[in-house]
């Protein structure tokens, strides 16, 4: 796996974390439970084009915008990663990620794979996690299982999925999402320990 610009140590302890994984692997729960967790975490709050869903709330799951607001944001450079997933665009505000690391606390980015590289390549510092399902069928149960997408949009969650696993050796580590509690534990420990301790179970051969 190719890693540049590794901080000397002592610049390791605050950093950032981007947590990626299928559509309906869970993420958004097992980063609730982080949450309660680890309150000291900064964690991102995304723009995005997508409408609500029941019980989203704007400014707590997602800033909600429309398309030309959107745009405006990529344009003015507001947007430390951008990507256009299944229909609706997503986006991560930079400025609160840069505060909230230079005021030293740990952050972490929920998002997807494309954003996930470019946060890779402009910060190659960053630590990435993909979060896994048990298995396919799993997968496929819990995105036909919880009703929120029409069929079209599954399928298109469906095909993403398929890529977003396939790109698992480009991450540092994965946790298996079979138990939400379990997972997140395993997901803090991920992201508070040093870079030290966790860069041999990276398996680097660069
Ligand atoms: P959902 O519509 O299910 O909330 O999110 C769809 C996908 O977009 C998920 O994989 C989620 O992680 C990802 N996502 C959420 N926010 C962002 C973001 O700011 N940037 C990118 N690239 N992906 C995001």
């Known amino acids: 796996m190719k890693r540049t610009g590794e901080p000397v140590s002592g610049q390791a302890r605050h950093r950032l974390t981007v947590v990626s994984g299928p559509s309906g692997v869970g993420k958004s729960s097992v980063i609730s439970v982080l949450r309660e967790l680890a309150p000291e975490i900064f964690f991102s709050i995304s723009v995005t084009t997508r409408a609500p869903r029941?019980?989203?709330?704007?400014?707590?799951?997602?800033?909600?915008?429309?398309?030309?607001?959107?745009?405006?944001m990529v344009d003015n450079g507001e947007l430390l990663e951008h990507a256009e997933f299944a229909g609706n665009c997503y986006g991560t505000p930079r400025a609160p990620v840069m505060e909230a690391l230079a005021s030293g606390r740990d952050a972490v980015l929920e998002i997807e794979l494309q954003g996930a590289r470019q946060v890779r390549a402009a910060m190659p510092e960053c630590q990435l996690v993909m979060l896994v399902p048990?298995?396919?069928?799993?997968?496929?149960?819990?995105?036909?299982?919880?009703?929120?997408?029409?069929?079209?949009?599954?399928?298109?969650?469906?095909?993403?999925?398929?890529?977003?696993?396939?790109?698992?050796?480009?991450?540092?580590?994965?946790?298996?999402?079979?138990?939400?509690?379990r997972a997140a534990r395993e997901l803090l420990t991920l992201v508070v320990t040093d870079r030290e301790s966790t860069a041999g179970q990276r398996g680097d051969s660069s």
């Open 134 to 181: 048990p298995s396919w069928e799993e997968l496929v149960d819990r995105l036909t299982g919880r009703g929120t997408e029409h069929d079209a949009a599954v399928a298109a969650r469906l095909e993403a999925a398929k890529r977003e696993l396939a790109a698992a050796g480009e991450f540092d580590a994965c946790v298996v999402n079979a138990d939400v509690q």
């Open 54 to 72: 029941q019980g989203e709330v704007d400014g707590e799951h997602y800033h909600f915008v429309d398309r030309e607001t959107f745009a405006k």
